[in-house]
T-cell receptor
Framework: NAGVTQTPKFQVLKTGQSMTLQCAQDMNHEYMSWYRQDPGMGLRLIHYSVGAGITDQGEVPNGYNVSRSTTEDFPLRLLSAAPSQTSVYFC?????????????FGPGTRLTVT | RKEVEQDPGPFNVPEGATVAFNCTYSNSASQSFFWYRQDCRKEPKLLMSVYSSGNEDGRFTAQLNRASQYISLLIRDSKLSDSATYLCAVTRSGSARQLTFGSGTQLTVLP
């Protein structure tokens, strides 16, 4: 089991460029989510999905798109990168979001937008 | 006011000490509560879920106080390996699928 994998680990973008952060899990989890983590701000939910074909917005969705065509994959797209999107991005998955189910996080993608 | 608030610390304690963290949440309808541990430049990992009756796992004890709207984490007999940032997380009211995190409390255990 690889768990939750994310690529790339590091990325530098110029303002206005687009890119996709990849996230995959091999645990057959229904629930997947994307967070960003900034100093002093904790983890903030960007988008989440409760199953293939179903996505919804979190706390800070602006500037990001997601899709969930398979159970395994949940890519995050930055359409036009801005310096405010410089952050560490974590993908997470779980069977469901209940007290007895752990959310597993990927190792993160460190993104810098110049 | 933030939905979930934590004292950022840092807490610097000697090995063997007992240390406690609190986390307050603003929405009384919040349903599920968790403590996560995050090592420097790593991903968060679940430390404990927090149940209404309180729960213990070895040196770690988690408590929930719904009346005062806070959760706590107690670490007894601190080890050097406990040095990390501890994040509390709460499910948002009306949505069991959205988890809101505090900004974390940094703990350093000193030899």
């Amino acid at each position: 089991n690889a768990g939750v994998t994310q690529t790339p680990k590091f990325q530098v973008l110029k303002t206005g460029q687009s890119m996709t952060l990849q996230c995959a899990q091999d645990m057959n989890h229904e629930y997947m989510s994307w967070y960003r983590q900034d100093p002093g701000m904790g983890l903030r939910l960007i988008h989440y999905s409760v199953g293939a074909g179903i996505t919804d917005q979190g706390e800070v969705p602006n500037g990001y798109n997601v899709s969930r065509s398979t159970t395994e994959d949940f890519p995050l797209r930055l359409l036009s990168a801005a310096p405010s999107q410089t952050s560490v991005y974590f993908c997470a998955s779980s069977f469901t979001l209940a007290a007895s189910y752990e959310q597993y996080f990927g190792p993160g993608t460190r993104l810098t937008v110049t | 006011r933030k939905e979930v608030e934590q004292d950022p610390g840092p807490f610097n304690v000697p090995e063997g000490a007992t240390v406690a963290f609190n986390c307050t949440y603003s929405n009384s309808a919040s349903q599920s509560f968790f403590w996560y541990r995050q090592d420097c430049r790593k991903e968060p990992k679940l430390l404990m879920s927090v149940y209404s009756s309180g729960n213990e796992d070895g040196r770690f004890t988690a408590q929930l106080n719904r009346a005062s709207q806070y959760i706590s984490l107690l670490i007894r007999d601190s080890k050097l390996s406990d040095s990390a940032t501890y994040l509390c997380a709460v499910t948002r009211s009306g949505s069991a699928r959205q988890l809101t995190f505090g900004s974390g409390t940094q703990l350093t255990v000193l030899p």
